[in-house]
């Protein structure tokens, strides 16, 4: 797409004056972009081979707090460097900020120059060659909802978060009206990332009030995994722009729906042929399809740390607002954990509708994505589908209603050690844990109202 750069292209923008700003910048284990902005003169004489970081980037937490047990980086090892190592196949223009470029980075092991095992970027690219090792392509797609404020981010900051104003007034699921009153912000958004070189497809209401979605093509799962990193970044961007703000909480009220991230996906053959589909099979599935979703029902429960981070990413679970409760498959059903959407096409595949907007699309992409290669490398069967409504039905599969659940279903799992390895289980385990201990120690305003007077 045009805003993807060359180097050449990046050197020839520089010399007509159009770009001087590079911003070099890698995903933390939250899924944020960390990094540095570059003089494009800079860039193309040198950081565009490499730069460097502290260590630390992958052992802190929400806040930028240094947390103590991570063996990757701690004080008594002095917090050393890394190197951001840019993937030039991602540089692109940044049309929301004047004069600027984006390249997104490998990290890498300053030593060895090898990638760190625990950097989301690395967790995923190591299940993709595993696919492609047994002659398959993942592709992937993130659906990703959000509440638009009319608060600046600096007046919520400064007067508290309970005055937030949604941009709309009722629910807005698919409403034109409704959207139109956010369309400034949505329409700047979709022309941004399309300028990006990420190929949008649309936006739309969602089923709360001032909740938005947007959806990007269908694509492999590296690109589908850096587009969804962008694009949040890009959100926050332009509503701070505009004087509004977003939040991709998994949920920022009790009495709202939450915000997902449904993560569509399917295998194709090295040579661009569907895997997952047989217009014989039950739905359009093909037998690789159906061992595929068996894999992800097999290792729903472990893997659900890795869809659902923080402790407010559980507060999602509730009955009747479209976010699952149970880890069972159904066609074309929104009651399930996981659906089959595209019955009959080449299209057919496995919607995984647990994530939130919470989640880290590398980490959540590479643990489905190895869930399901698993599902095939065992030939697993899979169970019956279930239909009507999974709320009310008793004795499924539940998804962890904690992140403490979680964190021990995933801490235990031998399948999770295996497919990514104890450094990174470890790693990946010890932040839930450091979640929850923050957690458990805040007094909260739901205490504060029970027990203030009563208690």
Same mark, same amino acid.
């Given at each position: 797409m045009s805003g993807n750069l060359t180097? !050449?292209?990046?050197?020839? %923008?520089? *010399?007509?004056? =159009?770009? *001087? =700003?590079?911003?070099? &910048?890698a995903v933390?284990?939250?899924?944020? #972009?960390?990094?540095?902005?570059?003089?494009? &003169?800079?860039?193309? !004489?040198?950081?565009?081979?490499?730069?460097h970081c502290c260590n630390y980037l992958l052992t802190i937490d929400m806040e930028m707090w240094t947390v103590p047990g991570y063996k990757t980086a701690s004080w008594e090892q002095g917090y050393g460097d890394y190197v951001l190592k840019p993937d030039l196949a991602t540089l692109r223009r940044v049309p929301w900020l004047d004069g600027t470029a984006l390249v997104l980075c490998d990290i890498l092991d300053h030593a060895t120059h090898q990638d760190v095992p625990q950097s989301p970027r690395a967790i995923l690219k190591r299940q993709i060659a595993r696919a492609r090792a047994m002659g398959f392509e993942a592709k992937m797609a993130s659906e990703l909802e959000f509440f638009v404020f009319e608060n600046s981010y600096e007046t919520f900051r400064a007067q508290g978060p309970r005055d937030l104003q949604p941009v709309a007034g009722y629910n807005e699921d698919y409403n034109i009206f409704q959207t139109t009153k956010e369309e400034?912000?949505?329409? @700047?958004?979709?022309?941004?990332?399309?300028?990006?070189?990420?190929?949008?497809?649309?936006?739309?209401?969602?089923?709360?009030i001032g909740q938005a979605e947007i959806n990007v093509r269908y694509g492999e799962a590296l690109a589908t995994a850096d587009n969804h990193a962008i694009i949040k970044t890009a959100t926050k961007e332009i509503a701070h722009a505009q004087?509004?703000?977003?939040?991709?909480?998994?949920?920022?009220? =009790?009495?709202?729906?939450?915000?997902?991230?449904?993560?569509h996906q399917s295998l194709w053959t090295l040579d661009g042929t569907p895997a997952f589909a047989d217009p014989d099979g039950p739905h359009g599935m093909s037998g690789l399809m159906r061992h595929y979703l068996a894999g992800q029902l097999a290792h729903a429960r472990e893997l659900t740390l890795f869809l659902a981070p923080y402790v407010n990413s559980y507060k999602r679970f509730c009955v009747g607002l479209f976010a699952p409760t149970k880890a069972v498959w159904s066609a074309d059903n929104r009651t399930a954990g996981f659906r089959v959407c595209g019955a009959g096409t080449k299209g057919v595949r496995v919607e995984c509708r647990i994530g939130g907007a919470d989640l880290n699309p590398y980490i959540a992409c590479a643990a489905l994505? @190895?869930?399901?290669?698993?599902?095939?490398?065992?030939? #697993?069967? #899979?169970?019956? !589908?279930?239909?009507?409504?999974?709320? @009310? =039905? *008793?004795?499924?599969?539940?998804?962890? &209603?904690?992140?403490?659940?979680?964190a021990d279903l995933t801490g235990n799992s031998d399948w999770a050690r295996a497919a990514f390895g104890h450094d990174v289980v470890d790693h990946y385990v010890h932040a839930a844990r450091w979640e929850l201990s923050e @957690?458990?120690?805040?007094?909260? *305003?739901?205490?504060?109202?029970?027990? #203030? !007077?009563? %208690?």
């Open positions: 180097l !050449e292209q990046l050197a020839e %923008a520089f *010399d007509a004056g =159009t770009i *001087d =700003t590079i911003i070099v &910048a933390d284990m939250q899924g944020r #972009l960390m990094g540095k902005r570059f003089h494009a &003169a800079h860039f193309l !004489e040198s950081a565009h081979e490499e730069t400034p912000l949505m329409r @700047a958004l979709r022309n941004g990332l399309y300028g990006a070189g990420i190929p949008v497809e649309c936006t739309k209401g969602e089923a709360e004087g509004q703000s977003v939040t991709f909480m998994a949920k920022y009220r =009790t009495d709202r729906a939450g915000s997902s991230s449904h993560v994505l @190895a869930a399901g290669l698993d599902g095939i490398e065992r030939k #697993l069967a #899979l169970e019956p !589908e279930q239909k009507g409504d999974m709320y @009310a =039905t *008793d004795g499924l599969r539940e998804v962890p &209603a904690t992140l403490r659940e979680a @957690a458990d120690r805040v007094v909260t *305003d739901f205490e504060l109202q029970r027990g #203030l !007077e009563r %208690a």
